[in-house]
């Protein structure tokens, strides 16, 4: 629960989010949408506690998120950050964060890789699992595209399978058609766990239970898909100046 929430980025005077009071329930998959610095990402990072709130408090169950052990919240948690990095270890490595894996656990990465188009790609890759991702610390590393990257770190946060997952902006480095078959996949993937969704691709926000409108720092519109467009507010006219884009998705 978002309470009076303000903040500002330290060393700034100006606000980038005001006054955001919200509730997001257990299991429940929210979209975030609006222009470019509205203040989607921000929200984001403070529900994640990258930063604290400048004025306001942020509550998980009624308790300040601050009074929580930042390792513990941490561990509540399955990002896809818009920044993210891969790592010079094995693919496997990179997906479960650890350096061994049973075969249980390989099994699941690969299932994974496979439910979000990376199942060829994997098929082709030398050494499987176990071949070196970069060429930074092995000649015969592997390079991967911008979109398979960000597949790669959608794989790592469904197989971390907290209860919170956030996703920014998944799919920005991804083709359409890529995007378009994880837009279709979002239902199964953040099922049974609560889903926060910060898009600018309005399509992928159909999915959701309820969508926040961001506008200057501060939500403008909230409600279901049924309800915005009814409205025919903000969050409609994003929808219609995307709709050709999206139209076979929906």
């Given at each position: 629960k978002f309470c009076n929430v303000?903040?500002?980025y330290p060393g700034s005077t100006a606000y980038v989010l005001k006054n955001i009071n919200l509730t997001i329930k257990d299991k429940e998959r929210l979209g975030i949408v609006g222009y470019n610095g509205a203040g989607?990402?921000?929200?984001?990072?403070?529900?994640?506690?990258?930063?604290?709130?400048?004025?306001?408090?942020?509550l998980l169950n009624g308790i300040d998120i601050r009074n929580i052990d930042y390792k513990e919240y941490q561990k509540i948690i399955s990002p896809v950050y818009q920044d993210f990095s891969?790592?010079?270890?094995?693919?496997?490595?990179?997906?479960?964060?650890?350096?061994k894996t049973d075969p249980d656990e390989r099994r699941r990465i690969t299932e994974l890789l496979t439910e979000n188009g990376l199942g060829e790609r994997l098929k082709?890759?030398?050494?499987?699992?176990?071949?070196?991702?970069?060429?930074?610390?092995?000649?015969?590393?592997?390079?991967?595209?911008?979109?398979?990257?960000?597949?790669i770190a959608v794989v790592r946060?469904?197989?971390?399978?907290?209860?919170?997952?956030?996703?920014?902006?998944?799919?920005?480095?991804?083709?359409?058609?890529a995007e378009r078959e994880i837009f279709r996949r979002f239902a199964e993937m953040s099922e049974g766990k609560t889903t926060i969704l910060v898009s600018h691709r309005i399509y992928s926000t159909r999915f959701c239970d309820r969508i926040a409108v961001f506008n200057k720092g501060e939500i403008v519109e909230y409600g279901s898909f049924e309800e915005l467009?009814?409205?025919?507010?903000?969050?409609?006219?994003?929808?219609?100046?995307?709709?050709?884009?999206f139209k076979d998705v929906v």
């Open positions: 303000w903040f500002r989607k990402t921000s929200f984001a990072l403070l529900l994640m506690r990258m930063y604290d709130p400048t004025e306001g408090a942020i891969l790592f010079a270890f094995s693919l496997a490595e990179n997906i479960a964060l650890s350096e082709k890759m030398y050494r499987g699992l176990d071949t070196p991702v970069t060429k930074t610390l092995f000649a015969s590393g592997v390079d991967f595209s911008g979109g398979e990257s960000q597949k946060a469904l197989y971390k399978n907290a209860p919170l997952l956030v996703l920014d902006e998944p799919t920005s480095a991804m083709d359409p058609v467009m009814e409205k025919k507010g903000q969050y409609y006219d994003f929808f219609e100046k995307q709709a050709e884009y």
